[in-house]
């Protein structure tokens, strides 16, 4: 026996659990403890919390995340959908907590993945999330929110749910029935039925616990009374039969309407009323005026109440929008059951675009046409042969940097070097002439010269640049002080 808390006494993991042993299954009843929402694509955003499971009968544990999760829920069937939970468990062989995805199974009418409660594992499901057939994206309204349900996860309450009280009104009952034997010896046979009568028109109209099993299409309900309750072992499913004490019954909604597939699911509490081979259940179903109301905010192809309320939004497949001369206009009132692709284009930029035009809210700033002859840089034997330098430059294109040429956008160039040279002297002689774009020689122009001879050599290259770019001039001769001529570089735009 271990009682806690005392001085000088060591105590168990087992014996501190034992404080919150009488706290039931659940989240903290905080609106943003583990709430799970979508966070794009596949993805699921779960919110940190706090949360207590059950390692033993008298042992509770307690669950504390204090930062958001996010995880990526697998891609589904592109034919069938299916559930999945979002759980918290305890791994009581690992003796550890995670968080864990639970795939259901793949199916026309899914059912959802139950809590895990034995000797391995304790868990609660805080979300269940369908999984559409073919979904491109996990949605708000694909989400159904567990946390309030009793069966599945529930809100953590610190006290005591019910009293056993079968055991004492099995005694009351066997001391009334003796008391009642001992009195109606003491009364006429007349006396004595009316008082029986009074005392069975004093007796409450409680509702029954009936067990019920699933199999083979149909439900089996076996118990007594007229008022109903049970525990439905399987969803309810199309055509589903119910016998109750081997009679085949009549199923239908407070409103008339026969059950529809899904009218209660696994784990569920159920109350009907029998009357006759008739059981009316605990629900209303919906009137003409919701009806419609669902049909006018339901998509095409989907249905509820066993297909008796179909809807009628239509739903827009896939489709790739390319802009043109005239607005185009995504229909209203419908559904997008596919993905809408607005086409862009890369070359949407405002030097494409003339100036004073506008497209798409981009304006131009083209000014003209600007081809041919947009700069010149040049060297000369006559003049000492040095650096090459800049002789002319469209400005509108070109930056002119030191010795060097700097394009202010993209262009199309054409680079053309000339180099020409009269020798006089008893040796062989080299004179050349070279661009240079960003570290890439252009239009390489070499000339050669014996004694007392002249010559011209040209060289063309073309390249498209980028704004940015870096444009040099290189010359060099292996003799110039007998030598004159030069080398020269025109820059065209095509």
Same mark, same amino acid.
């Given at each position: 026996?271990?009682?806690?808390?005392?001085?000088?006494?060591?105590?168990?993991?087992?014996?501190?659990?034992?404080? %919150?042993?009488?706290?039931?299954?659940?989240?903290?009843?905080?609106?943003?403890?583990?709430?799970?929402?979508?966070?794009?694509?596949?993805?699921?955003?779960?919110?940190?919390?706090?949360?207590?499971?059950?390692?033993?009968?008298?042992?509770?544990?307690?669950?504390?995340?204090?930062?958001?999760?996010?995880?990526?829920?697998?891609?589904?069937?592109?034919?069938?959908?299916?559930?999945?939970?979002?759980? /918290?468990?305890?791994?009581?062989?690992?003796?550890?907590?995670?968080?864990?995805?639970?795939?259901?199974?793949?199916? %026309?009418?899914?059912?959802?993945?139950?809590?895990?409660?034995?000797?391995?594992?304790?868990?609660?499901? @805080?979300?269940?999330?369908?999984?559409?057939?073919?979904?491109?994206?996990?949605?708000?309204?694909?989400?159904?929110?567990?946390?309030?349900?009793?069966?599945?996860?529930?809100?953590?309450?610190?006290?005591?749910?019910?009293?056993?009280?079968?055991?004492?009104?099995?005694?009351?009952?066997?001391?009334?029935?003796?008391?009642?034997?001992?009195?109606?010896?003491?009364?006429?046979?007349?006396?004595?039925?009316?008082?029986?009568?009074?005392?069975?028109?004093?007796?409450?109209?409680?509702?029954?616990?009936?067990?019920?099993?699933?199999?083979?299409?149909? /439900?089996?309900?076996?118990?007594?009374?007229?008022?109903?309750?049970?525990?439905?072992?399987?969803?309810?499913?199309?055509?589903?039969?119910?016998?109750?004490?081997?009679?085949?019954?009549?199923?239908?909604?407070?409103?008339?309407?026969? /059950?529809?597939?899904?009218?209660?699911?696994?784990?569920?509490?159920?109350?009907?009323?029998?009357?006759?081979?008739? /059981?009316?259940?605990?629900?209303?179903?919906?009137?003409?005026?919701?009806?419609?109301?669902?049909?006018?905010?339901?998509?095409?192809?989907?249905?509820?109440?066993?297909?008796?309320?179909?809807?009628?939004?239509?739903?827009?497949?896939?489709?790739?929008?390319?802009?043109?001369?005239?607005?185009?206009?995504?229909?209203?009132?419908?559904?997008?059951?596919?993905?809408?692709?607005?086409?862009?284009?890369?070359?949407?930029?405002?030097?494409?675009?003339?100036?004073?035009?506008?497209?798409?809210?981009?304006?131009?700033?083209?000014?003209?046409?600007?081809?041919?002859?947009? %700069?010149?840089?040049?060297?000369?034997?006559?003049?000492?042969?040095?650096?090459?330098?800049?002789?002319?430059?469209?400005?509108?294109?070109?930056?002119?940097?030191?010795?060097?040429?700097?394009?202010?956008?993209?262009?199309?160039?054409?680079?053309?070097?000339?180099?020409?040279?009269?020798?006089?002297?008893?040796?062989?002689?080299?004179?050349?002439?070279?661009?240079? @774009?960003?570290?890439?020689?252009?239009?390489?122009?070499?000339?050669?010269?014996?004694?007392?001879?002249?010559?011209?050599?040209?060289?063309?290259?073309?390249?498209?640049?980028?704004?940015?770019?870096?444009?040099?001039?290189?010359?060099?001769?292996?003799?110039?002080?007998?030598?004159?001529?030069? %080398?020269?570089?025109?820059?065209? @735009?095509?």
């Amino acid at each position: 026996m271990t009682i806690w808390p005392l001085d000088d006494v060591d105590y168990t993991a087992e014996s501190i659990g034992a404080f %919150a042993g009488t706290r039931s299954r659940g989240v903290f009843a905080a609106e943003d403890c583990f709430r799970v929402s979508p966070a794009g694509g596949f993805k699921l955003r779960m919110t940190g919390g706090l949360a207590w499971l059950k390692k033993d009968r008298y042992w509770g544990v307690a669950l504390l995340e204090t930062a958001d999760t996010t995880v990526t829920v697998d891609v589904g069937s592109g034919q069938l959908p299916r559930y999945v939970a979002v759980a /918290l468990l305890l791994d009581k062989t690992a003796n550890k907590p995670r968080m864990e995805l639970r795939y259901g199974e793949y199916a %026309a009418s899914p059912q959802k993945p139950q809590p895990r409660r034995d000797a391995y594992f304790d868990e609660i499901i @805080v979300a269940t999330v369908l999984q559409r057939a073919g979904a491109v994206e996990i949605t708000a309204g694909d989400i159904t929110d567990e946390r309030t349900n009793e069966t599945m996860c529930g809100l953590m309450r610190d006290a005591v749910e019910r009293l056993p009280l079968d055991g004492l009104t099995d005694q009351m009952r066997s001391e009334f029935d003796s008391w009642f034997a001992k009195v109606k010896g003491q009364l006429s046979e007349d006396a004595a039925g009316h008082l029986l009568q009074q005392i069975t028109g004093l007796e409450p109209k409680t509702i029954q616990p009936y067990t019920a099993q699933a199999g083979g299409g149909k /439900l089996t309900l076996t118990g007594t009374g007229e008022n109903i309750r049970f525990v439905a072992p399987a969803d309810y499913a199309g055509g589903m039969k119910i016998v109750v004490n081997g009679q085949e019954m009549t199923a239908k909604t407070a409103a008339g309407e026969p /059950l529809w597939p899904g009218f209660f699911v696994r784990g569920s509490v159920v109350i009907c009323y029998k009357n006759g081979n008739t /059981l009316t259940f605990n629900s209303g179903g919906l009137t003409a005026a919701d009806k419609q109301t669902v049909r006018d905010w339901m998509v095409t192809g989907h249905s509820v109440q066993g297909g008796s309320v179909k809807g009628t939004v239509p739903v827009l497949g896939a489709k790739r929008w390319t802009p043109t001369t005239i607005d185009q206009q995504i229909p209203a009132g419908g559904y997008t059951g596919g993905v809408q692709t607005i086409a862009g284009d890369v070359a949407l930029k405002p030097e494409n675009i003339r100036k004073g035009v506008s497209l798409f809210l981009v304006p131009g700033t083209y000014d003209g046409d600007h081809k041919g002859l947009a %700069a010149s840089m040049f060297n000369t034997l006559m003049m000492g042969w040095g650096t090459a330098k800049v002789g002319s430059a469209n400005r509108d294109l070109f930056d002119v940097s030191g010795n060097a040429l700097i394009a202010k956008r993209e262009l199309q160039l054409r680079f053309v070097t000339h180099v020409w040279c009269y020798y006089d002297w008893d040796q062989r002689t080299t004179v050349a002439g070279e661009f240079v @774009v960003n570290g890439t020689k252009k239009a390489n122009c070499t000339l050669q010269l014996s004694p007392q001879t002249q010559d011209v050599q040209t060289a063309a290259d073309t390249m498209f640049v980028s704004a940015g770019t870096r444009i040099e001039f290189n010359t060099t001769a292996t003799e110039n002080w007998k030598a004159c001529g030069g %080398a020269v570089g025109f820059i065209e @735009v095509m």
